[in-house]
């Protein structure tokens, strides 16, 4: 691919590029429209996202490690297998987007929307998904969330199918009609929560759950 490494690319209309194996390594892609580009396998570590267009783009196998994508619209993006280790989403678009095992490992999601959004499998162990963030009809079936942090998030219809959730902090988080199937919940933290219509079947539970929860 392309060594695009440091590059300033900043509001740059680059829709429909092949950028496929490129190095963007600490590239400036501030406001950059990348509509529907191909980033298979691209390496973005530690890129400027911030407010960039990447709705339908093509990122999987793509490195964003610690790369900026404040603000960015990421809407029917692939994502599968992409490392966004320690990333900034805060306030990003991610609708419908496919993340199926995709890295999210201490990533910052604060007031994200990840509605309609497949992360099946993903792992998002102490990833900040606190405030605003919306997860309405979300496939986090089999996903990791150890020690994440969802306080006051959204996650109406969600599907957590086998999600491991050990120490998740779920206060006041909004999961009516959530799918907890088998899903683990050691240790989390329901104060608030409201589980109204949620299924439960073989779940499990954190001690004394029902008595914090604000609906079940």
């Known amino acids: ?25 600490g590239a400036n892609l ?30 999987p196998g793509a490195n964003l490690k610690r790369s900026n994508l404040t603000g960015a619209t990421i809407d029917w993006a692939i994502l599968t297998g992409a490392n966004l280790k320690g990333a900034n989403l805060t306030n990003t678009h991610l609708e419908m987007a496919v993340l199926h095992g995709a890295d999210l490992t201490g990533a910052n999601l604060t007031d994200i929307n990840l509605n309609g959004a497949s992360l099946r499998g993903a792992d998002l162990t102490g990833a900040n998904l606190q405030d605003d963030s919306y997860l309405k009809n ?16 959204y996650l109406r219809h969600a599907n957590l199918i086998g999600a491991i959730l050990s120490g998740v902090d779920l206060t006041d988080v909004r999961m009516f009609n959530a799918n907890l199937a088998g899903a ?14 949620a299924n439960l079947t073989g779940a499990i539970m954190p001690d004394g759950w029902q008595d914090i929860v604000a609906a079940y």
């Open 1 to 25: 691919g392309a060594d695009l490494e440091g590059a300033d690319l900043e509001g740059a209309d680059l829709e429909g590029a092949n950028l496929e194996g490129a190095n963007l390594e």
């Open 30 to 59: 501030e406001g950059a429209n990348l509509t529907g580009a191909y980033l298979c396998g691209a390496y973005l570590y530690r890129a400027n996202l911030k407010g960039a267009n990447l709705t339908n783009a093509k990122l």
């Open 138 to 153: 979300t496939d986090l079936s089999g996903a990791i969330l150890n020690g994440a942090n969802l306080h006051g998030a």
């Open 184 to 197: 683990n919940l050691t240790d989390a933290n329901l104060t608030g929560t409201n589980l109204r219509n």
